[in-house]
């Protein structure tokens, strides 16, 4: 799909919830962070959900089934249910039941989330090599999964079978900070066997298929933390997206974001849903955005006026994609970042 390529955060007139008819939100650094709702997300889906928003949520997190997840959701006081869910593992599990018989096994590297997931597709989840899989799938596993299970992987690769893997994110947030995710599990497997999964989570088109099939959404609005799973997958799909400054992406992440990393709106979290969008206009050789101007000299960014900060970073962010745009990817936003205090 050919895009063009965005060079300044989009305006909305309307508030984000009345523009689009669901909410495809991602959970680890948008709705929660290690287990906790994440400051202002209840309030925020609550009043959405209530303006006749339909939320769905999208996880790359294949280690808890979409009964675990929408339970966890309506303990925080976010009433789910399980169809409103939809994970990775759901999504390679569609992806491995196009490719093998019905009844086949499957070696899980993963947890539970993989398991049901499988099952629900026809497959057989089996926990060794010596089980006769046709094929691995890894998933995140936790941060209990014993190493063992990464030879196992190894064991049947080896053997020529088919690999999946849910998904590559080389992180995720949690309550103490940021953790290792699957795509590092993954890396250990491909270190040593030398060979290439096939992958179904985000920013891959299956996990897109997958979300559109299960939401029905027609006005979909990607909403995220990560430039290389959520905002490419939104790129890669079509349709808008929602950063939000929560989990894992900052200021400085953002301003050097290519063309297939850089989100529709920016918001500070998931209040930003709930609101129009400012406009961000061209002024003279900058761009502006509320109170602050912003251009783009030979090697640096440079930063004039005052209000709030989101406005100052959506104009560094214009004058940042436009230089990229004329070449020049390298230019220092620091000075500029630390005056907005990102």
Known sequence: MSQAVRTRPDGSGQ???EAYDTALLDLD?????????????VESLSTARAGGMHLAYVTNNALRTPDTVAAHLTALG?????????????????LISEQLPAGARVLVIGGEGLRVALRERGLEPVESADDDPAAVVQGYGGPELPWGRFAEACYAIARGVQWFASNTDL?????????????AAVQVVRIATG??????????????RETILRTGAERPLVVGDRLDTDIEG????????LLVLTGVTDGAQLLAAPPQHRPTYVDADLRGMLTGQPEVVEAGTGFRCGGWTATAGPDRLELDGEGGALDGLR???AAAWTAAGEGSCELDGEKALARLGL
């Open 15 to 17: 508030a984000l919830s």
């Open 29 to 41: 650094g948008v709705v929660y962070a290690g287990g906790s709702a994440i400051a202002y997300a």
């Open 78 to 94: 976010i009433p789910t249910e399980a169809g409103d869910v939809i994970t990775s593992a759901q999504a390679v599990a569609r």
């Open 171 to 183: 992180t995720i947030p949690s309550a103490r900070g940021i953790a290792p995710g699957n795509g």
């Open 195 to 208: 060979a290439e999964p096939q992958v179904a989570g985000k920013p891959l088109p299956p996990m897109h």
């Open 234 to 241: 939104a790129f890669n799909g079509g349709v808008d997206s």
């Open 315 to 317: 104009a560094l962010c």
